[in-house]
């Protein structure tokens, strides 16, 4: 018998036993590499091409407090900004939900292409939305979703605002990250509301990204000490604003993570221990007729290796192909639109599985060099 054959079999000798061991490790990282993504979803949030040079202007008290629209001629008198439009959230139901799962945004049409460069519209509906103040553009992604047509009318009942828009679908956006948003005219919601002078927050584009971090600053003490000061910061800090809304989301996921790995780790070193317990007569004989510690540990750590390796590919990359195939953005409403388990996750999901089989095989290593070969042919079990 090879040295492989013989510890794949002392590996499998008690099958149940083995694969116990095998999938609460795949469980367990399964667990883990789900925690990461989940974390990592949330807390570096994916940038398109333009994103760095997006910059989001709401009120310095809360983004619940409106700004005046006076300020855009001042804010587009400063130098560094590119193009400057009014984003307002309306935040109306769509067809009686109680969540909808899209947004819906007042804007400038003619500036809220300077600004979302990625967004492509065919020129035909881009001057179609121009025309018509009671128009709106829709991502293709909510189109898709509602089966939603050119012409079609859109009804949003108003939560935020005591108004209902009736909207005409007149374009459908795509290249965005997020192809979801409705996209109508700011004139128009001012027109619904009386002639308000008040809009939800800015968004800025800046002329390079060298510019943006002295655009920020020159927008913060531009409207310091005024009855509307304002908070400027990049489109990542803006939705990271909401992420912090929610708690310390990398603290709490982290520990939970250090839980599962700490929990998988005794659950491990019992299982070899206890499997090692077993055949101490059989290392004591195989002390007897020459085999070294160094030999007897290497046979215990190929075994324990082995074990987490097979829990790990089952765990982590079952992980992998399951949210390749699964369609997240439809299984959790809209609530996240990627969950990409990327090779930086997998990579740590390995070298957990790495740094526990070896861990795991340190205890009944040290129990069988302690053992003498007398000691070792008295054990009856």
């Given at each position: 018998m090879?040295?492989p054959?013989f510890?794949i079999r002392?590996?499998?000798r008690?099958?149940?036993?083995?694969?116990?061991?095998?999938l609460?490790?795949?469980?367990?990282?399964?667990l883990?590499?789900?925690?990461?993504?989940?974390?990592?979803?949330?807390?570096?949030?994916?940038?398109?091409v333009?994103?760095?040079?997006r910059i989001?202007?709401?009120?310095k008290?809360s983004?619940g407090q409106p700004?005046?629209?006076?300020?855009?001629?001042?804010?587009e008198?400063i130098?560094g900004?590119a193009?400057?439009?009014?984003?307002?959230?309306?935040?109306?139901?769509?067809k009686?939900m109680e969540?909808?799962?899209?947004?819906?945004?007042?804007v400038?049409?003619v500036a809220?292409t300077?600004?979302?460069?990625?967004?492509?519209?065919p020129?035909?509906?881009?001057?179609?939305?121009?025309?018509?103040?009671s128009s709106?553009?829709v991502?293709?992604?909510?189109?898709?979703?509602y089966?939603?047509?050119?012409?079609?009318?859109i009804?949003?009942?108003?939560?935020?605002?005591?108004?209902?828009l009736?909207?005409?679908l007149v374009?459908?956006?795509?290249?965005?990250l997020?192809?979801?948003?409705?996209?109508?005219h700011h004139?128009?919601l001012?027109?619904m509301?009386?002639g308000?002078?008040?809009?939800?927050c800015?968004?800025?584009r800046?002329?390079?990204s060298?510019?943006?971090?002295?655009?920020?600053?020159?927008?913060?003490?531009?409207?310091?000490?005024?009855?509307?000061?304002?908070?400027?910061?990049t489109?990542?800090?803006?939705?990271?604003g909401f992420?912090?809304?929610?708690?310390?989301v990398?603290?709490l996921?982290?520990s939970?993570s250090?839980?599962v790995?700490?929990?998988?780790l005794l659950?491990?070193v019992?299982?070899m221990?206890?499997?090692?317990r077993e055949?101490f007569?059989?290392?004591?004989?195989?002390?007897?007729i020459g085999?070294?510690r160094?030999?007897?540990?290497?046979?215990?750590?190929?075994e324990?290796?082995?074990?987490?390796?097979?829990?790990a590919l089952v765990?982590?990359?079952?992980?992998?192909a399951l949210f390749?195939?699964?369609?997240i953005?439809?299984?959790?409403?809209?609530?996240l639109?990627?969950?990409?388990?990327?090779?930086r996750?997998?990579?740590?999901?390995?070298?957990?599985?790495?740094a526990?089989?070896?861990?795991?095989?340190?205890?009944p290593?040290?129990?069988?060099?302690?053992?003498?070969v007398?000691?070792?042919?008295?054990?009856l079990?």
């Amino acid at each position: 018998m090879t040295l492989p054959g013989f510890v794949i079999r002392n590996a499998f000798r008690n099958k149940r036993r083995a694969l116990l061991s095998t999938l609460s490790v795949a469980a367990s990282l399964f667990l883990l590499v789900v925690l990461q993504t989940f974390q990592r979803e949330f807390t570096l949030p994916p940038e398109d091409v333009g994103a760095s040079l997006r910059i989001a202007v709401r009120n310095k008290v809360s983004l619940g407090q409106p700004l005046p629209a006076r300020q855009r001629p001042i804010i587009e008198k400063i130098p560094g900004i590119a193009a400057v439009t009014p984003f307002t959230y309306f935040g109306g139901r769509f067809k009686d939900m109680e969540f909808t799962p899209f947004a819906q945004f007042a804007v400038d049409p003619v500036a809220f292409t300077n600004v979302f460069v990625d967004a492509k519209l065919p020129l035909d509906q881009y001057e179609a939305w121009l025309k018509d103040r009671s128009s709106c553009i829709v991502g293709e992604d909510t189109v898709e979703r509602y089966g939603l047509k050119l012409g079609e009318k859109i009804k949003l009942v108003g939560t935020f605002y005591p108004v209902d828009l009736d909207l005409k679908l007149v374009g459908i956006y795509s290249g965005t990250l997020d192809d979801r948003s409705v996209f109508f005219h700011h004139k128009h919601l001012d027109e619904m509301l009386d002639g308000s002078q008040t809009v939800g927050c800015w968004w800025v584009r800046a002329a390079s990204s060298e510019e943006a971090p002295g655009v920020i600053s020159t927008l913060n003490d531009t409207f310091a000490n005024t009855s509307a000061e304002v908070r400027a910061e990049t489109e990542s800090a803006f939705q990271m604003g909401f992420v912090s809304m929610w708690g310390n989301v990398k603290l709490l996921i982290g520990s939970i993570s250090s839980v599962v790995v700490f929990t998988l780790l005794l659950v491990a070193v019992s299982t070899m221990s206890m499997a090692i317990r077993e055949r101490f007569r059989e290392l004591a004989i195989l002390k007897a007729i020459g085999y070294r510690r160094r030999e007897l540990f290497g046979f215990i750590l190929a075994e324990s290796f082995g074990l987490a390796m097979v829990g790990a590919l089952v765990g982590a990359g079952g992980a992998y192909a399951l949210f390749q195939s699964l369609d997240i953005e439809k299984m959790t409403g809209g609530m996240l639109l990627y969950f990409e388990v990327t090779p930086r996750i997998l990579a740590f999901a390995g070298t957990v599985a790495v740094a526990l089989g070896i861990i795991a095989a340190v205890p009944p290593a040290l129990a069988v060099a302690r053992t003498s070969v007398v000691d070792g042919l008295k054990t009856l079990d």
